[in-house]
């Protein structure tokens, strides 16, 4: 391995570091306070293992996703996004048990950072990965894994809607260099929100997902603040049915989901459905 090339790998970080000190350090001005706020958006659910671009309200596409094992939770809150990194090596985290054996390793095929990372807070990412085969479960060690095409596809839109320092045709040549990293900007900051939802009704349905960092979200209040948010008047939620529905997906294996007509009779709609799931 070149030097000059481990040092510029070794020396991203701290860039990123000195960018961020000063973007803080910047005193506050009229024109920041003026910013142009994105329209672009990203909704995460962990127990739903997905990820939601949205335009305003309006949904533009939902990917599979991988979020982090128990014990390795994924962070939910509010952040943004605002930097990108291309074909970017991979720098396992210090003093962590499952990195003891790890090495600095360069972009390539078997580089768990996939062809692009986008940055989010201190050590977690939306990347690519190679473990296909593990998408749409609870797999990672905190960050959010995804399809190296689909993380691709949704760092090119938010390059292109928000201002990003780069083109599509530089960042196509950056994808035809896969050993060549570099790192961007994205004008506009994009929102990210992570939710821990275990229980969402979108679309007519009820879905209850695994509860796999075992926060006790899975109860009664739980499910009538998903009809409410869906739309429905919280004053005909049957608190039976709603006992009944939750026995039933106590006893499922994986994700249970059932028609909200079929499960609470009466229910009555008081605003366009699916607003709040969104």
């Not at 996004?81 to 600095?104: C, F, K, M, S, Y």
């Not at 004053?235 to 609470?264: C, H, M, N, Q, W």
Request: proline share 8%; with cysteine; aromatic share 6%.
């Amino acid at each position: 391995m070149k030097l000059r090339t481990l040092a510029a790998a070794l020396a991203l970080p701290a860039a990123f570091a000195h960018a961020a000190r000063a973007q803080t350090a910047a005193p506050a001005t009229d024109s920041a306070a003026a910013a142009p706020v994105s329209a672009l958006r990203i909704d995460i659910n962990i127990p739903e293992n997905r990820l939601r671009l949205y335009d305003g309200d309006s949904l533009v596409k939902t990917y599979r996703v991988s979020v982090g094992l128990p014990g390795h939770d994924t962070p939910d809150g509010r952040f943004t996004i605002a930097t990108a990194e291309w074909n970017p090596w991979w720098r396992p985290p210090q003093g962590r048990e499952w990195t003891r054996d790890a090495v600095l390793t360069p972009p390539g095929p078997s580089n768990p950072m996939g062809r692009v990372k986008l940055f989010f807070a201190p050590l977690y990412y939306i990347h690519g990965s190679p473990h296909v085969r593990d998408l749409g479960t609870a797999a990672s060690h905190g960050c959010i894994r995804m399809m190296n095409n689909d993380i691709v596809e949704l760092a090119r839109t938010l390059h292109a809607r928000n201002g990003g320092s780069v083109g599509a045709q530089e960042i196509t040549r950056l994808l035809a260099r896969p050993s060549q990293t570099r790192a961007t900007r994205i004008a506009v900051p994009v929102p990210l929100v992570i939710r821990y939802d275990p229980i969402v009704a979108r679309n007519g349905e009820l879905r209850i997902f695994p509860d796999f960092y075992e926060r006790s979200r899975v109860h009664t209040e739980g499910v009538i603040q998903a009809l409410i948010g869906a739309g429905y008047d919280p004053a005909s939620v049957d608190r039976a049915a709603i006992r009944r529905v939750l026995a039933a997906a106590a006893g499922a294996k994986g994700t249970y989901s059932v028609p909200i007509s079929e499960a609470f009779e009466g229910l009555r709609a008081v605003a366009p459905q699916g607003i709040a799931a969104q």
